[in-house]
């Protein structure tokens, strides 16, 4: 499926067509997917899902066109000549601040369409290297054969691509590499744990409270009756805030989203009235 596939599925469970989403899960990819229903689609723009987890099965001796299993074969080569602590040495190397030339079947634009696009109708894509970070990656496991595969699991900013990763693992090695199975465990504050699959929203349609996603993402302040009079209002507030700010009423509703600006607390987007 889709992340679109997703968003239709559930406008029709949830009977509205308020859905969107923030950020795509690949075709091939499981996982958590951030979704926003009827007047929580605003706070999505708001999200600030710099950091993600990923679940991945890399599979070594082996490189395609997509760097997953999705794609054609482009060459194979033997990986009896590795071992695991070579694996691992290597696997390690991609920790940091890394230049990682994103994937050519990614939704990144070019000239206007979308760089999959370009690749299903036969064009040559070549994309600039960008900027990502790997703040960790642990191999969790090593299966050494004529097709070597490890497991690892990833947290990484916003816009990593795990294709990549494997497929300039693979090149380290001096075998290719491609992805067979990426599940991404945590988008921002948001993980498996509050996640619900579609079989499960269809016997039980639950969404996470505005006010719990709100407090998840944002620093919190939680205002007297008068400030939320005026935040009802969408009125400044003469308050010091860090930056942008989830605040609340006295009952814990979850009323709008504030920020800094010229010496007194500014509304965002207002979620009540």
């Known amino acids: 499926m889709t992340s679109h596939d997703v968003v239709s599925r559930v406008r029709r ?23 926003g ?21 890399i599979r070594l001796g082996v490189a395609t066109t997509t760097d997953d299993a999705d794609g054609e074969v ?21 920790v940091g601040d890394l230049m990682q030339v994103p994937t050519a079947v990614s939704a990144i634009k070019v000239d206007g369409k979308r760089a999959y696009q370009r690749v299903r109708e036969g064009e040559d894509v070549e994309l600039a290297a960008r900027p990502v970070t790997v703040h960790e990656l642990v191999v969790t496991d090593v299966r050494v054969s004529d097709s070597t595969e490890l497991d ?13 990763i494997a497929r300039d693992l693979g090149a380290r090695l001096g075998v290719g590499g491609h992805l067979t199975a990426l599940r991404r465990t945590a988008v921002g504050p948001y993980d498996l ?42 009125r400044a507030l003469d308050l010091e805030l ?15 989203l504030y920020e800094p ?13």
């Not at 949830?14 to 951030?34: N, Y």
């Not at 600006?261 to 009235?273: I, L, M």
Request: hydrophobic content about 50%; aromatic content about 6%.
């Open 152 to 164: 690892v699991s990833v947290r990484c900013s916003s816009g990593t691509y795990i294709r990549a």
């Open 193 to 234: 744990g509050v996640a619900h699959t579609l079989d499960e929203l269809a016997e039980n349609f639950v969404l996470l409270p505005i006010a719990d996603a709100a407090r998840a993402a944002f620093p919190a302040l939680d205002l007297d009756e008068g400030h939320a009079t005026d935040v009802r209002y969408g």
């Open 74 to 94: 482009l060459a194979t080569a033997s990986t009896a000549g590795l071992d695991e602590a070579t694996i691992r040495a290597a696997a390690a190397e991609f």
């Open 13 to 35: 469970l949830a009977g509205t067509r308020k859905v969107g989403h923030a950020g795509t899960l690949d075709p091939m990819a499981t996982g958590v997917l951030v979704l």
């Open 37 to 57: 229903v009827n007047r929580a689609t605003r706070l999505l723009g708001h999200l600030m899902l710099t950091e993600k987890r990923y679940d991945a099965t």
């Open 261 to 273: 600006r010229d010496g007194v607390a500014r509304a965002v987007a207002v979620f009540t009235g």
């Open 242 to 256: 860090a930056g942008l700010t989830a605040v609340f009423a006295p009952d814990g509703q979850f009323l709008a």
